[in-house]
Nanobody, 119 residues
Framework: QVQLAESGGGLVQAGGSLRLACAAS????????MAWFRQAPGKEREFVAS????????AYADSVKGRFIIARDNAKNTVYLQMNSLKPEDTARYYC????????????WGQGTQVTVSS
């Protein structure tokens, strides 16, 4: 059993920064990959960034590449999403996800944290 808990969301002006955190608990050794997704009102959930737990290899959506950084802290069982140069279109609820496998579907999901970017 793995539980994920997001934190760090809030309201920020365009051009500002936020850092989201996702703390994993439970059977964390079963998690090989973690990611951030986001979903805006009326839109489908979209992939933002992912990281492999062991190697820290990362992947990013084109929309956030160069602005967002995903990182992990092994000692704290936590993954972060540093969001810089935020744009109004980044406004969404951000969800943390974990996967037992290195590819395919994600198995664990947090409840999400709201990020609102004002123009």
């Amino acid at each position: 059993q793995v539980q994920l808990a997001e934190s760090g969301g809030g309201l920020v002006q365009a051009g500002g920064s936020l850092r989201l955190a996702c703390a994993a608990s439970g059977s964390t050794l079963s998690v090989s990959r973690m990611a951030w997704f986001r979903q805006a009102p009326g839109k489908e959930r979209e992939f933002v960034a992912s990281i492999r737990w062991s190697t820290a290899s990362t992947a990013y959506a084109d929309s956030v590449k160069g602005r967002f950084i995903i990182a992990r802290d092994n000692a704290k069982n936590t993954v972060y999403l540093q969001m810089n140069s935020l744009k109004p279109e980044d406004t969404a609820r951000y969800y943390c996800a974990g996967s037992r496998a290195l590819i395919g579907q994600y198995n664990y999901w947090g409840q999400g944290t709201q990020v609102t970017v004002s123009s």
